[in-house]
């Protein structure tokens, strides 16, 4: 199928264009080329020599010369040419890409910075828009601005519903836009844990092809799947008709203080991206690329993926002792499904209809921090029995303590 990317692209998106300046930028670094237009700051005046990152292997990255320099000046926009190529050669590997120039990629300010720019290229104030039910708080942020129809589809463990995408779809009143875009979080989905296999991420996509939607994948737990049977197709190793748009995170793996993520897809969207990047932070931190750069060509695809099987096993570990102490102190009184992904377990209080009172203000008083269920609900009236519990950081111990006090907090409210 041949898609006309100009009718998925927002008002606003259409208006945003190459910047002269950007653009100078890119084609400075070519040999030979002497440039008397881009307002560099001169190097020399910068007060770094060197830097040294020491790696927990006893390793270390020293960061000097003509590295030292492209981290402290202005970049590329679309990215690091050393640290964007390597990231391509990732993408080829884990999502079956191939050299056609059909695609490309940018890095950004951490995914949801690539996420917020992509929705203002596509999205119109007013449009519809496909999300899962729950979905990420920080999506809705991005999205209630923008005054869009949010059509949430129930989920169960494997994700969003197809049938119901699809009716919902078939049956969209004639009064409001059709919708655009799916946007959805197929692995450890935050909050509710559910990771697509296969089979339903085929379903979703060939609805999408059948009603011809936009896939944005939000995918920043992709690397921290830890069940028994990991999924290795993305919407993106399946698009076969160029409507898929995949955000990565370094965040999750690497550090969430680098804050770098990476966007995936056809080079007429991803373009538009970086024109709206061009604009507003201009490239993602040059030294954050520049380090990961040098780590990530330090150990190539073989040792990332050992290091990413660590982490894995960190937080299959981390699950595991959350799981006992579920089972240990709340026992009947709440309801969940074990993820098999990500940081999140989404759990409903039984006996509690409206969890926000209770978790905002007598959680807090017994020194618990949780997360309601209304936070991720795209009804921000609607109320809900369920929270979102994050077991990344908690050690068994603060585990253990902090659900022991949620059931005794449930249990004077169900008494009372």
Same mark, same amino acid.
């Given at each position: 199928?041949?898609?006309?990317?100009?009718?998925?692209?927002?008002?606003?998106?259409?208006?945003?264009?190459?910047?002269?300046?950007?653009?100078?930028?890119?084609?400075?670094?070519?040999?030979?080329?002497?440039?008397?237009?881009?307002?560099?700051?001169?190097?020399?005046?910068?007060?770094?020599?060197?830097?040294?990152?020491?790696?927990?292997?006893?390793?270390?990255?020293?960061?000097?010369?003509?590295?030292?320099?492209?981290?402290?000046?202005?970049?590329?926009?679309?990215?690091?040419?050393?640290?964007?190529?390597?990231?391509?050669?990732?993408?080829?590997?884990?999502?079956?890409?191939?050299?056609?120039?059909?695609?490309?990629?940018?890095?950004?300010?951490?995914?949801?910075?690539?996420?917020?720019?992509?929705?203002?290229?596509?999205?119109?104030?007013?449009?519809?828009?496909?999300?899962?039910?729950?979905?990420?708080?920080?999506?809705?942020?991005?999205?209630?601005?923008?005054?869009?129809?949010?059509?949430?589809?129930?989920?169960?463990?494997?994700?969003?519903?197809?049938?119901?995408?699809?009716?919902?779809?078939?049956?969209?009143?004639?009064?409001?836009?059709?919708?655009?875009?799916?946007?959805?979080?197929?692995?450890?989905?935050?909050?509710?844990?559910?990771?697509?296999?296969?089979?339903?991420?085929?379903?979703?996509?060939?609805?999408?092809?059948?009603?011809?939607?936009?896939?944005?994948?939000?995918?920043?737990?992709?690397?921290?799947?830890?069940?028994?049977?990991?999924?290795?197709?993305?919407?993106?190793?399946?698009?076969?008709?160029?409507?898929v748009i995949r955000f990565d995170?370094?965040?999750?793996?690497?550090?969430?203080?680098?804050?770098?993520?990476?966007?995936?897809?056809?080079?007429?969207?991803?373009?538009? =991206?970086?024109? &709206?990047?061009?604009? #507003?932070?201009?490239? !993602? @931190?040059?030294?954050?690329?520049?380090? *990961?750069?040098?780590? /990530?060509?330090?150990?190539?695809?073989?040792?990332?993926?050992?290091?990413?099987?660590?982490?894995?096993?960190?937080y299959k570990e981390k699950r595991?002792?959350?799981?006992?102490?579920?089972?240990?102190?709340?026992?009947?009184?709440?309801?969940?499904?074990?993820?098999?992904?990500?940081?999140?377990?989404?759990?409903?209080?039984?006996?509690?209809?409206?969890?926000?009172?209770?978790?905002?203000?007598?959680?807090?008083?017994?020194?618990?921090?949780?997360?309601?269920?209304?936070?991720?609900?795209?009804?921000?009236?609607? =109320?809900?029995? &369920?929270?979102?519990? #994050?077991?990344?950081? !908690? @050690?068994?111990?603060?585990?253990?303590? *902090?659900?022991?006090? /949620?059931?005794?907090?449930?249990?004077?409210?169900?008494?009372?």
């Amino acid at each position: 199928m041949t898609i006309d990317y100009n009718k998925f692209i927002s008002n606003r998106g259409k208006l945003k264009g190459p910047s002269a300046i950007r653009e100078i930028i890119a084609i400075s670094q070519q040999p030979g080329m002497i440039s008397l237009g881009g307002g560099l700051p001169n190097p020399s005046t910068f007060p770094f020599k060197s830097i040294k990152v020491e790696l927990k292997d006893s390793s270390s990255l020293t960061i000097e010369g003509q590295d030292l320099e492209l981290a402290l000046q202005y970049l590329p926009t679309y990215g690091l040419p050393k640290l964007s190529l390597w990231l391509k050669e990732l993408q080829k590997v884990k999502h079956y890409l191939t050299d056609r120039e059909s695609w490309n990629l940018i890095i950004t300010t951490g995914s949801q910075d690539a996420l917020s720019m992509a929705m203002e290229v596509l999205l119109n104030d007013g449009d519809s828009i496909i999300t899962e039910e729950p979905t990420y708080s920080g999506t809705l942020s991005i999205l209630r601005p923008l005054a869009l129809n949010i059509i949430g589809i129930e989920t169960d463990e494997y994700g969003m519903k197809p049938d119901q995408l699809e009716q919902r779809l078939s049956t969209h009143p004639s009064d409001k836009p059709f919708p655009k875009v799916i946007y959805l979080i197929p692995t450890g989905q935050n909050p509710g844990g559910s990771t697509m296999n296969d089979k339903r991420k085929e379903e979703i996509y060939a609805i999408a092809s059948k009603f011809n939607l936009l896939i944005l994948e939000d995918d920043p737990y992709f690397y921290l799947q830890y069940g028994e049977e990991k999924s290795k197709k993305s919407f993106l190793s399946m698009d076969v008709d160029r409507r898929v748009i995949r955000f990565d995170s370094l965040s999750k793996i690497l550090s969430s203080g680098l804050r770098i993520g990476f966007a995936t897809g056809p080079q007429f969207l991803i373009e538009k =991206i970086q024109y &709206h990047q061009q604009s #507003s932070t201009l490239h !993602a @931190s040059g030294m954050s690329q520049v380090i *990961a750069q040098q780590l /990530l060509t330090s150990w190539g695809i073989e040792n990332f993926d050992k290091h990413i099987e660590s982490v894995q096993q960190f937080y299959k570990e981390k699950r595991d002792q959350f799981v006992a102490a579920l089972l240990e102190h709340l026992g009947d009184l709440v309801e969940y499904n074990i993820p098999q992904a990500g940081m999140f377990f989404w759990m409903k209080l039984k006996g509690i209809s409206d969890s926000k009172k209770l978790i905002s203000q007598k959680a807090l008083e017994k020194k618990v921090i949780l997360l309601p269920g209304c936070a991720f609900l795209t009804n921000p009236s609607e =109320i809900s029995s &369920h929270v979102r519990a #994050s077991f990344s950081i !908690a @050690s068994s111990e603060q585990m253990n303590e *902090a659900l022991k006090r /949620l059931s005794l907090l449930l249990k004077e409210e169900i008494s009372n």
